[in-house]
C-alpha cells in the first residue's frame, strides 16, 4: 500500500513542477510524430556558453571563440549511443539546410578516443565538425547528464537553448536576429 502512495505522491510533484514551470514559460510543448514533447527552453537572461578548446579529428585545435558571429549547434554525443546514431540523418540534413548561413554545427563525441570517433564519422560519413571531449570536461561545464544533448550558442556566445528538441526553430530564430 505504501508503495502505492509514493507513487502517487511523485506524480503530484512532479504534476505540479510541470504546471509551475510550464507556467513560467521555461518548458515548452512541441508536437512530432503524434505525441507531445517537453523542451526545456533558456530564460531571458541566459548565461554565456561555457567557452572551450578542444581538438578535432585531424589534431587542430578549435574553440567556441572562434565560432562568435555565427549560430552554432553543439551536439553532445557518444558513438555507442543508439539514438544518438539514429539521430544522424537528421542532423546531415540541417547540416545541408544550413550551409549557405552563418551557422556551425559541432558534434562533441565524450569519453571516446580519436581512433574510435574516427573510425565511427567515416562509417557514418559525418560532414559536420567533430571536436573530442576525451576527459569529458567540456561535457561536464555544460552540465551534460546523458546523449545525445543539443545546445544552441547564439552570434554572441550565449546559449540560446538547452536540452534543444526543436533546435532547427531556435536555430532559424537566432539566424534572423542581428
Known amino acids: 500500500m505504501r508503495n502505492i502512495e509514493e507513487k502517487i505522491s511523485l506524480i503530484l510533484l512532479f504534476t505540479a513542477l510541470l504546471i509551475f514551470v510550464n507556467g513560467h514559460g521555461y518548458i515548452k510543448t512541441i508536437h512530432a510524430d503524434d505525441f507531445a514533447v517537453k ?6 537572461n541566459s548565461p554565456v556558453a561555457p567557452d572551450f578548446t578542444l581538438k578535432d579529428l585531424s589534431g587542430k585545435t578549435m574553440s567556441l571563440k572562434d565560432l562568435r558571429g555565427k549560430v552554432v549547434l553543439l551536439d553532445f554525443t557518444t558513438t555507442w549511443c543508439p539514438y544518438c546514431k539514429k539521430d544522424i ?10 550551409r549557405d548561413k552563418n551557422f556551425e554545427l559541432v558534434s562533441i563525441f565524450i569519453n571516446e578516443s580519436p581512433k574510435k570517433v574516427s573510425a565511427f564519422a567515416e562509417k557514418y560519413s559525418l560532414p559536420y565538425t567533430i571536436l573530442l571531449d576525451e576527459d569529458a570536461g567540456v561535457a561536464r561545464a555544460y552540465g551534460i547528464r546523458g546523449v545525445p544533448t543539443k545546445v544552441v550558442v547564439d552570434k554572441k556566445g550565449v546559449i540560446g537553448c538547452w536540452q534543444c528538441i526543436a533546435a532547427e526553430d531556435k536555430i532559424d530564430e537566432l539566424l534572423k536576429e542581428n
Do not use: E, V, Y
Open 89 to 98: 540523418p537528421n542532423l546531415k540534413k540541417l547540416f545541408i539546410s544550413m
Open 39 to 44: 523542451s526545456i527552453s533558456t530564460r531571458p
